[in-house]
């Protein structure tokens, strides 16, 4: 198998740096520069930019939008806009919902919420998890049941739902058979946030930001044209949307450029007048991280090769969720480290730390979440055990 890249494929390269130096707007490329915090209105910007130029939906169909870009090109796309600190779109319209619309919605759904979701025009989030329901998903409560009137009235509670408070829409699985087997009594229904019943409340994460909700659902009617897929058959969608979650997940760009800004703060900061990245217990330890990362990216680019060859990605991407998360935790480790005292400012107030560390320690608070959200790494492991080892569960 060739992992390297063609000349055609490193000038898409060249052509995607110019564009993002060209394309990104002052006060975007400003906050990238010292990897801070994007709000809702940039990422939206940054959004509709990309949907400008036609690079905002990479893997849809060109019918529908999409790039027409072969999965090598799409993953130089991903991981150059990751190198050069862009805003991360929201995943749930693009990446979840709307390929699983095309896959498993109607004529009538695609041609009504394709489009919005492709100009940012309508924002998603994710309702799967609930109190009692995370890793053992099917366990879920929230109830949909039919009214009489062509419609079903939802109630319940989902939890997590990651910037629920921004989002016009909310697609959820809710439980349409009491008495079937619990995967089998489950729905996928899409819900309009605006409808009468439904309330987001927002909870503050240890990284000060109000990144997730809990969401409530109280006589919430939803018409039946907004159930996607078969009734009760909404467990197949659910899986489905998870591997696609999974695929996206490695970040090797992201923690690229975290890599960078180690070595960064490691030549700024002195050890009885030695720059860290001078001392060789530390550089060990950096080099140490650029190998764990190249590895990374050699098993990323082993998955794109084998797409290539029309495989599609299995358990596999259950190794890459993995090694991502730890490696991004690791490399936010080794910066926390690195910073010393500074690394205890929580939320700093500007100016007291340099600027280059000002975005590590909330970082690192939020990946740690990594290793939780798109199914917990533990999870990953027990169908590492299943599917590639081949051990009875
Ligand atoms: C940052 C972030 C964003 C999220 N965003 C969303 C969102 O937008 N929408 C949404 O629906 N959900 C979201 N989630 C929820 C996420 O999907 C769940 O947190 C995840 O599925 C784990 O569920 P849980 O938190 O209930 O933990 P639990 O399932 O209760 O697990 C607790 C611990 O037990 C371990 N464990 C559980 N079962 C097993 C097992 N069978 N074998 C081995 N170990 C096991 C887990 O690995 C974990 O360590 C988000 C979570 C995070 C952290």
Known sequence: MDLS??????AFRDEVRAWIREAMPPRIR??????????????????RILAGKGWVAPHWPAEWGGAKLDVTRRFILTEELE???APALSPFGLMMVGPLILQFGSDAQRKRFLPKILAGEEVWCQGYSEPNAGSDLASLKLSAEPDGNGNYVLNGQKT?????????WIFVLARTDKSAKKQSGISFFLVDMKTPGVTARPTLTIAGTPAFCDTFFENVVVPAENLVGPLHGGWTLAKALLGHERTYIAA?????????RVKQIAAATKERGVPLVDVPAWRARIARMEIELWALRMANYRAIASAELGHAPGAESSILKIRGSEIMQQMYELAMDVMGHDALSWHNTPGTIPEAEASVPPQFNYARAASIYGGSNEIQKNVIAKAILGLPS
């Open 160 to 168: 997590w739902t990651t910037y629920a408070q921004y989002a016009d």
């Open 5 to 10: 890249f063609t000349p055609e494929q490193i």
């Open 30 to 47: 400003e906050i990238a520069a010292v990897d801070g915090h994007f709000e809702h209105d940039e990422i939206m910007e940054w959004h």
């Open 83 to 85: 190198l050069a600190g």
């Open 252 to 260: 090797v760009g992201l923690s690229t450029r975290t890599l960078r």
